[in-house]
Structures are given as structure tokens and as C-alpha cells.
């Protein structure tokens, strides 16, 4: 469930989880605030990894939140992430067939969890069907990369960063644009959004790449890039922000249904 990361990948993997799930507050707030995530009195968050979006949701909601993930590996790391929070419980599981009896949960929440799911359809079924009638399914963040826009363009890795690697490890870099299918097809009743109204400053997007650059060296290596390529790309990225002039965008998309 971590993607067949090395040691080294999963330690990077998990530190950009707990940067985006920094860079994404902002993002992601409006969203529990609209769907009325502070009257749930007892919530399911699906596929928490390392529980900092987790934590965020506990922070919203005066209920209890269970939080389940499939991988043992980040359910360690969440353990301590959460020790400090009280009205969480976490388990391990899959997402495809949820430990829980049908209609339990006030609402059910969900963060980057469909992108790299083997079913998403099968998943949200699964959402649906352990929320109350009533209640409410909630996707906050799903990316589609094919409306990614970059600039100035670098052939040879400008691809690699709108979803070939995500494709390549098992995931569907154009879940966005499938959100309101998943969820109609769930019989939900639903509204989606654009989560990422926001385009990031060059400082931004700087302070982002520095802070996840071994990370995406690792991308780029397990795309079969060398070092010196990498260091040609990176000193042409770094030169564009310098001068003020680079630009990056892609949409991050939210649904929210509720249970007939
Ligand atoms: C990109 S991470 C997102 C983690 C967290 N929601 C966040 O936003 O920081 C995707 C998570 O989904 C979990 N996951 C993937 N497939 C799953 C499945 N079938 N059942 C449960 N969890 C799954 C992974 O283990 C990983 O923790």
C-alpha cells in the first residue's frame, strides 16, 4: 500500500505528505466548514496515512473521528503524529470493504485517498454505504493533472510531473474530472468544487520544491533520469523562479454528497 517505496523513497514520501498536508489547510478549511463538519458527532476519515489531515479534522469536529489506512507503515507514524489528540481512534484497513456496519457515521471524509485506490468507484461505495442516510461522503482534495499548466515548459520531465510518475506507480493522475460520476454513481447527492482557487507565488513554489526536493529527485531518478539531467532541469526551474517568471498550476478538485 506504499507503492513499493525503498526505505529512503518512504521517509520522503512521508515528509512531503506532512508538507502538503501543511500547504493545504488553507484549502481544505472552506470544504469541512461548507459540508458542517463541526455538528458530526462521529466521523470516518479514509485512507488518513500519516494523520496530519487527520488531525485537521479532529481539530474541525467536536465528535470522535476513527481513521483507517491500509498501511501498517504509516498507521506507525500517524500514532505519534495523533498522540497528542484526543478524539481519535485509529485502525487498519481497506478501504474497499470497510470494517463498519452500513449507515454509522455522520460523515464520512476523505484526503488523495481515490487517486491511488485500485477501485475508487468500489471505494466510494463503501463510503456511502457506512454513512447515515443523511450524512454526508466528502472528498477534499483530488487532483487531475491533465490540467496542469507550466511554464516555461522542459520537455522530457514536464511530463513525468503531470502524471506519468503517479500513473507508472498504480495511481490515475485524472481523478478530479471523474469526482461527480464516482460519487452520482454512489447515489449521492452531489456538489464538486475547485479546492485551489489560489495560484502560488515564485517564492511559494521555491520554498515548496526546496523543502520536497529529495523527493522529487526520486521521482525523477525512478523515471530513469540521471543526476546530471536532473541538475540541468533543476538549475533551469530554480533560474525561472529566480527571474520572477515561472508559473504552476493544477487543479485540486473536492465532492461533496449527501446520503439519500
Ligand atoms: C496520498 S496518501 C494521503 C494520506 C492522507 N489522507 C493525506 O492526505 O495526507 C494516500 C493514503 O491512502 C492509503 N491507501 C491507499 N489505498 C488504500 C486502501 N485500499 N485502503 C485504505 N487506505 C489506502 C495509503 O496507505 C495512503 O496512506
Given at each position: 500500500?506504499?507503492?513499493?517505496?525503498?526505505?529512503?523513497?518512504?521517509?520522503?514520501?512521508?515528509?512531503?505528505?506532512?508538507?502538503q498536508?501543511?500547504?493545504?489547510?488553507?484549502?481544505?478549511?472552506?470544504?469541512?466548514?461548507?459540508a458542517?463538519?463541526?455538528?458530526?458527532?462521529?466521523?470516518?476519515?479514509?485512507?488518513?496515512?500519516?494523520?496530519?489531515?487527520?488531525?485537521?479534522?479532529?481539530?474541525?469536529?467536536?465528535?470522535?473521528?476513527?481513521?483507517?489506512?491500509?498501511?501498517?507503515?504509516?498507521?506507525?507514524?500517524?500514532?505519534?503524529?495523533?498522540?497528542?489528540?484526543h478524539?481519535?481512534?485509529?485502525?487498519?484497513?481497506?478501504?474497499h470493504?470497510l470494517?463498519?456496519?452500513?449507515?454509522?457515521f455522520d460523515?464520512?471524509?476523505?484526503n488523495?485517498?481515490l487517486?491511488w485506490?485500485?477501485?475508487?468507484?468500489?471505494?466510494?461505495?463503501?463510503?456511502?454505504?457506512v454513512?447515515?442516510?443523511?450524512?454526508?461522503?466528502?472528498?477534499?482534495?483530488?487532483?487531475?493533472?491533465?490540467?496542469?499548466?507550466?511554464?516555461?515548459?522542459?520537455p522530457?520531465?514536464?511530463?513525468?510531473?503531470?502524471?506519468?510518475?503517479?500513473?507508472?506507480?498504480?495511481g490515475?493522475?485524472?481523478?478530479?474530472?471523474?469526482l461527480?460520476?464516482?460519487?452520482?454513481?454512489?447515489?449521492?447527492?452531489?456538489?464538486?468544487?475547485?479546492g485551489n482557487?489560489?495560484?502560488?507565488d515564485?517564492?511559494?513554489?521555491?520554498?515548496?520544491?526546496?523543502?520536497?526536493?529529495?523527493f522529487?529527485?526520486?521521482?525523477?531518478?525512478?523515471?530513469?533520469l540521471s543526476?546530471?539531467?536532473?541538475?540541468?532541469?533543476?538549475?533551469?526551474y530554480?533560474?525561472s523562479?529566480?527571474?520572477g517568471?515561472?508559473?504552476?498550476f493544477?487543479?485540486?478538485?473536492?465532492?461533496?454528497?449527501?446520503?439519500?
Amino acid at each position: 500500500m506504499t507503492h513499493g517505496r525503498s526505505k529512503d523513497e518512504l521517509e520522503h514520501f512521508i515528509r512531503k505528505l506532512e508538507q502538503q498536508a501543511l500547504e493545504t489547510a488553507e484549502e481544505r478549511q472552506p470544504i469541512y466548514i461548507k459540508a458542517g463538519l463541526k455538528n458530526a458527532s462521529l466521523v470516518l476519515d479514509v485512507g488518513c496515512g500519516t494523520g496530519e489531515v487527520t488531525r485537521d479534522v479532529c481539530y474541525h469536529t467536536g465528535g470522535m473521528v476513527i481513521a483507517i489506512d491500509a498501511s501498517l507503515e504509516l498507521l506507525k507514524v500517524a500514532q505519534r503524529m495523533l498522540a497528542g489528540t484526543h478524539n481519535v481512534q485509529l485502525c487498519i484497513g481497506d478501504a474497499h470493504t470497510l470494517p463498519f456496519n452500513e449507515n454509522t457515521f455522520d460523515m464520512v471524509t476523505c484526503n488523495l485517498l481515490l487517486m491511488w485506490v485500485h477501485d475508487p468507484q468500489h471505494v466510494v461505495k463503501e463510503m456511502a454505504r457506512v454513512v447515515k442516510p443523511g450524512g454526508k461522503v466528502v472528498a477534499t482534495l483530488e487532483p487531475d493533472f491533465g490540467g496542469k499548466i507550466h511554464w516555461p515548459p522542459y520537455p522530457g520531465v514536464d511530463e513525468i510531473f503531470a502524471g506519468r510518475s503517479i500513473k507508472r506507480r498504480g495511481g490515475d493522475p485524472y481523478i478530479g474530472r471523474k469526482l461527480r460520476m464516482l460519487f452520482v454513481n454512489a447515489g449521492l447527492e452531489t456538489e464538486v468544487g475547485l479546492g485551489n482557487l489560489r495560484i502560488w507565488d515564485c517564492d511559494e513554489d521555491k520554498a515548496s520544491y526546496m523543502k520536497a526536493r529529495k523527493f522529487y529527485w526520486n521521482v525523477l531518478r525512478r523515471e530513469g533520469l540521471s543526476d546530471e539531467e536532473i541538475e540541468r532541469w533543476e538549475e533551469h526551474y530554480l533560474k525561472s523562479i529566480e527571474e520572477g517568471i515561472e508559473f504552476n498550476f493544477f487543479p485540486q478538485f473536492y465532492a461533496i454528497g449527501i446520503k439519500k
